[in-house]
């Protein structure tokens, strides 16, 4: 347990010390904005190029992997979308911001870090292909569920153009593209350039946890929905035990895979589901509440499954 807390501290402690700063240090939240920058358009796709640049091309081809990581994400989203249109008699609006708070979780800026710490390089793939496949889905699902609900009126080609756009351009996707195809023609930059984006790698992971802290610490909670109390545990719980299933019933997979897709499921919620509830104007404050409990309970709740990962008491599929 002590290597688990060796683990787990540093890597939460720094979305801690984020917190702290923003609570204490006053800036104006736009100050924020050059740091998500660097974050966003050069430090985690310097990360992802690097990684996945290195990776034999025929690992990058696992549509198996893609449609099961995927699948089971969205069989989460549907449950908890469902519980919000028919039990809970929300709009389809809210419904959906509901269900990207139990399925959208946080894996761009913790997956990368936590993944490599924990499972070491070979988690690199897996990582990169979850990132890039299922923020695909949500940049396409989130624009097309507002627009039946009525709360975004736009032509079906102008839609279409738009969802494809942010999912082509997002600088995540394009530094993965860009590594596969270094990986394809194997392709080595020159030592200048890697060694600068290895420099902004390294990064990567601590200016996104601390980042994440800040953004946490100016959002506060003030109010806490009901709908948290499902949510909740469908985000921690149950999302990764319906990874886990899902890989165990479509393939053989190797462990770090399995380990990995678990791992990312188990993460708290993405703060881009704040992002995508203030764009439509739907379920914001509510959406700010979701992701401050959810990362401060998957303290426990993740490190609980490292725990499990480590000690080899999480087997690598559940039907053998």
């Given amino acids: 347990m002590t290597e688990i807390a060796g683990l787990v501290l540093p890597f939460f402690g720094l979305i801690f010390l984020g917190y702290l700063t923003a609570r204490f240090v006053h800036h104006p ?8 920058t660097f974050i966003i358009y050069l430090a985690l796709p310097a990360l992802f190029f690097k990684l996945v640049s290195r990776t034999p091309i025929e690992q990058l081809a696992r549509a198996d992997f893609i449609l099961t990581t995927v699948g089971a994400t969205y069989i989460v989203f549907s449950l908890i979308f469902l519980v919000g249109v028919y039990v809970r008699r929300n709009s389809i609006a809210e419904a959906t911001i509901q269900g990207f708070g139990a399925a959208y979780g946080n894996i761009g800026y913790m997956g990368p870090g936590l993944a490599l710490l924990a499972l070491g390089d070979a988690a690199a793939v897996p990582v990169a292909l979850i990132f890039s496949f299922e923020n695909a889905a949500h940049f396409a699902v989130a624009p097309a569920m507002m627009a039946i609900s009525g709360g975004r009126q736009e032509k079906p080609l102008a839609l279409a153009a738009s969802v494809a756009r942010k999912i082509i351009l997002h600088p995540f996707i394009l530094a993965t593209l860009a590594g596969v195809v270094a990986a394809f023609f194997a392709v080595q930059p020159p030592v200048p ?6 420099y902004l790698a390294q990064c990567a992971a601590p200016c996104a946890l601390f980042a994440m802290g800040v953004t946490l610490a100016l959002r506060p909670i003030k109010r806490i929905p009901v709908e948290i109390g499902y949510i909740v545990p469908a985000k921690l719980l149950l999302h990764p035990l319906v990874m886990f ?6 393939g053989n997979y190797d462990p770090v895979w399995v380990q990995t897709a678990v791992l990312l499921a188990a993460l708290p919620t993405a703060t ?24 401060t309970l998957s303290v426990a709740t993740v490190t609980g499954l490292l725990y499990l990962i480590r000690s080899g008491a ?3 599929d559940l039907f053998p």
């Fill in 29 to 36: 939240g736009e100050a924020m904005g050059w740091l998500n």
């Fill in 193 to 198: 350039v890697q060694r600068l984006i290895d």
């Fill in 245 to 250: 299933t899902a890989m165990s019933l479509t």
């Fill in 272 to 295: 881009n589901v704040f992002v995508i509830g203030h764009q439509y104007g739907v379920w914001q404050e509510r959406a700010s509440a979701t992701i401050l409990i959810t990362t």
């Fill in 314 to 316: 999480l087997p690598p």
